[in-house]
């Protein structure tokens, strides 16, 4: 049916637009980049644009709770301090590393769904306080940076697979697979939309808000800890940088408007929370190939999130109850 | 007739009040059983109860024999209850079938099937008589009216063996409304028990086969439909106890006043909810505005105070035409209208704040220079405002929240007192209000009056605007359908034209 078609390019049409966004921004910077489409340049193009694009994802599933995790990027950087211990030695203790890696991740995120669901905090404060505990278990995993990580498999995810294909983006497409598209078309994620959506509704239709909410806080913490473990690969070792972690959080939330979800939940994707990371990533690149001061940089990501956001705000000029405004 | 569900001595408290007394209840497969009673009778406690929204305090629930106790809505919709509710359980961001199946999605390997929920979906609409509506529509993208359907079809494809709606006509439109009268009557002759709360009572009549009439929260009467006249049913849901005695009014000013009304509305209609308002508020009047809970009386409160974007029509203060396009411009010198909102907590006060701060709120303009608030005449201008109204607030830099309920009411009238205003719009100031509270806001209306201020009140109390109002303005559906006034200003016409049925019943 055709209709059925434009039911489906409506609902993931911020998903479509940020897509749309950065094959042309993309594409600028290739043509525009000395060496040009090589796989070299879209390999450290991909290397760079999955770490935030997978915080990105990790952020959209609370936000699409109405929620908000704060401590995506610190879970990141802890999970870099803790896999630059133990995804060490033989293959087999190697894997054991990435394992107890993302149980960790998982935990952490556990834990801030269960303060939010039980301790019935805002997610806000919760994931600032958590978030800072986060980073504190990483400085003292990693005082100063250093450690080390299996070199085998870093060079195997960081390098290209024969046919020049970057290895990071099969992991970024095994990620969705694996995650999200479950996530997406289970009950739980349905009912994360529902709660985003209108919680009362979501309460009166008999939907169990609290597991859904500690399902997708756990989610989003194995998810940042995939991005954690995935910059150990890239840098060959730990660093405990609040820094990074800040800007991580940051960027996260920033991609997830840009690529079409509402912070007031209830819909969007974390698809389009991966273009709008690469977007936000090629903007960064873009600055570079056309010579302009890096300074420049942060004001350019400046504007293109306030027009992104100010898309999403255009129907409040329909409103004709004024109070409706602030519900 | 055998019973399937049995409220028995069922009772509900919020705080001091009854919603519910020993009420009970039964309904039967097959049947239609309507619920009747004016606002607050306890109508929606009751099916909040059924549905396991609200636990009662006391008494039995007992389905098909057995007594179970719901303690989420989930359990009662387990147990073959659906309820469609007054305010829509939708999520506005989902599409039609996404909620429709939003309880119990069907899965196939644990993932959503969406062939099958599509096909659930379908099936639900088109027993619901709503076959055009897209299942992949967003609900947020329909109309009211179609967005009632969608919210039946879900409660539908739930297969429920009660089935409960709750004034769910409202706010249809009337194909829709023929579509489910046809449903009803087809789900009754296959053995659903429905329950049917409506303030229509020609829908009543057309729909119902057994009615229950409630009144200050307990069970008047139980009776097959047909069996009693409209105006004995009306006289079943009035006679409430005249708690205590009102200020008396003064001699009706003469129609042929000559003085310029405080306010004079012409024509005034917005987004289809209000039509046509026509009414004058002398100086010294109070008007009161009649009529079910949600007839347009808050709309015209709101329309008037700056708040909805488009409205047409005329308004006059002081006999100035005025376009009013804030609650800043309303609350302004040249035009005075202050505005009590029905909702206190949210609308009202800004409860983490001090007393202080929230009373001199509205008028700290009048206790500024140059922006710089003069701490000792707003100190002057609140320390009398309490001694008037005799709020009684321990201490004024205790936050609002901390008061009763009567006292903050009070906080928010006389927040606006503060500001002088000309015209006084009150949105049921007095619900929820201890008696002695209530009492003090009606001598206080009163002197507002005799003091020269226009006073317009809504009240879900019909004893209250009898006892307040010198003349009372009745709404249905967004028009003043009657003035009362006088001797014809009593609780039976009051009840009779808010139900839509005053030729009959009036005498």
């Known amino acids: 049916m055709r209709r059925d078609w434009l039911y489906h390019f409506r609902e993931f049409r911020g998903a479509y637009a940020a897509g749309a966004m950065f094959v042309v921004i993309f594409a600028v910077y290739i043509a525009k980049h000395q060496t040009g489409w090589a796989v070299p340049v879209l390999t450290t193009a991909a290397n760079k644009g999955v770490l935030l694009a997978i915080v990105a994802m990790a952020q959209t599933l609370p936000v699409l709770t109405s929620g908000i995790d704060l401590s995506v990027g610190m879970v990141f950087v802890l999970a870099n301090c803790l896999a630059s211990h133990v995804v060490v030695g033989t293959p087999l203790q190697a894997a054991a590393g990435c394992v107890a890696v993302l149980a960790t991740g998982a935990l952490c995120g556990f834990v801030n769904g269960a303060i939010i669901v039980w301790g019935r905090l805002q997610p806000i404060v919760t994931t600032i306080a958590t978030g800072t505990v986060y980073y504190g278990i990483a400085l003292g995993l990693r005082p100063v940076p250093g450690g080390d990580v299996h070199a085998g498999l870093a060079d195997a995810l960081t390098g290209a697979l024969p046919g020049g294909v970057p290895a990071m983006l099969v992991v970024l497409v095994g990620v969705v697979v694996v995650v999200w598209l479950p996530f997406r078309r289970s009950v739980v994620g349905r009912a994360a939309l529902a709660i985003g959506s209108s919680e009362a509704a979501a309460y009166m239709s008999g939907v169990d808000i609290g597991r859904t909410k500690l399902v997708t806080y756990t989610l989003a913490g194995l998810l940042a800890a995939i991005a954690g473990l995935l910059l150990t690969f890239v840098t060959y070792s730990g660093e405990a940088s609040s820094a990074s972690g800040g800007v991580y959080t940051l960027n996260s939330i920033a991609a997830v408007v840009i690529g079409g979800t509402s912070l007031a939940g209830g819909a969007g994707s974390a698809i389009g929370s991966i273009f709008g990371a690469l977007v936000l990533r090629t903007i960064g690149d873009l600055l570079f190939v056309f010579d302009l001061e890096p300074l420049w940089q942060p004001l350019f990501q400046g504007v293109i999130l306030l027009v992104a956001v100010s898309l999403g705000a255009l129907q409040l000029l329909k409103v004709t109850d004024r109070l409706e405004i602030f519900r | ?507």
């Open chain 2, 1 to 507: 007739m055998e019973a399937i569900l049995r409220l028995e001595e069922v009772s509900k408290r919020y705080g001091g009040v009854h919603a519910l007394e020993r009420a009970s209840f039964a309904c039967a497969p097959g049947h239609i059983h309507a619920l009747l009673g004016e606002n607050g009778a306890g109508k929606s406690t009751l099916i909040k109860v059924m549905a396991g929204v609200v636990q009662p305090d006391e008494g039995r629930i007992v389905l098909e024999g057995s007594e179970r106790r719901f303690l989420h809505p989930q359990e009662a919709v387990a147990a073959g209850i659906a309820c469609i509710f007054q305010e829509l359980s939708l999520m506005p961001d989902l599409s039609v079938a996404d909620n429709i199946c939003i309880t119990n999605p069907p899965r196939r390997r644990g993932l959503i099937d969406r062939r099958a929920q599509r096909r659930i979906a379908e099936a639900a609409l088109a027993r619901a008589g709503a076959e055009g509506i897209h299942p992949l529509a967003p609900v947020a993208s329909l109309s009211l009216s179609r967005r009632q359907m969608v919210e039946i079809a879900k409660a539908l494809a739930r297969e429920p063996k009660i089935l409960i709606l709750d004034e769910a006509t409202s706010a249809l439109t009337a194909a829709d409304v023929e579509r489910v009268f046809a449903l009803l009557h087809r789900l009754r002759d296959e053995g659903l028990a429905i329950v049917y709360i409506s303030h229509r009572m020609h829908e009543v009549a057309a729909l119902a086969d057994d009615c229950s009439v409630f009144r200050n929260g307990r069970h008047v009467a139980t009776f097959a439909a047909g069996t009693r006249s409209n105006a004995e049913t009306v006289a079943m849901m009035i006679g409430r106890d005249i708690e205590h005695a009102y200020p008396p009014k003064p001699a009706p000013l003469p129609a042929s006043d000559a003085r310029t009304p405080a306010i004079e509305v012409r024509d005034l209609s917005w987004n289809g909810q209000l039509h046509d308002i026509a009414l004058t508020v002398r100086r010294g009047e109070i008007v009161g505005l009649g009529g079910l809970d949600g007839q347009g009386q808050r709309e015209l409160f709101l329309a008037l105070f700056g708040v909805l974007r488009g409205v047409s029509g005329e308004v006059r203060v002081e006999g100035e035409p005025v376009a009013v396009r804030s609650p800043r411009e309303a609350k302004h010198a040249g035009i005075g209208i202050a505005l009590v909102p029905e909702d206190r907590k949210t609308d009202g006060l800004m409860l983490p704040m001090s007393v202080r701060d929230n009373l001199s709120f509205a008028a700290l303009d009048r206790f500024s220079r140059g922006g710089v608030v003069v701490a000792s005449a707003e100190a002057a201008a609140v320390a009398e405002i309490v001694r008037r109204l005799s709020i009684k607030a321990p201490e004024l830099g205790d936050a609002a929240g901390t008061l009763s309920g009567g006292n903050q009411q009070k906080v928010v009238i006389a927040k606006w007192l503060l500001n002088a205003p000309r015209i006084v719009l009150l949105n049921d100031p007095t619900r929820g209000i201890d008696v002695g509270t209530k009492q003090e806001i009606h001598v206080l209306l009163r002197r507002l009056a005799d003091d020269g201020a226009a006073v317009l009140l809504y009240s879900t109390d019909y004893a209250e605007l009898i006892g307040c109002c010198d003349r009372v303005a009745v709404f249905l559906d967004g028009r003043i359908v009657r003035w009362l006034a006088g001797d014809d200003l009593n609780e039976h016409a009051l009840v009779a034209t808010a139900l839509d049925v005053a030729a009959e019943a009036t005498h």
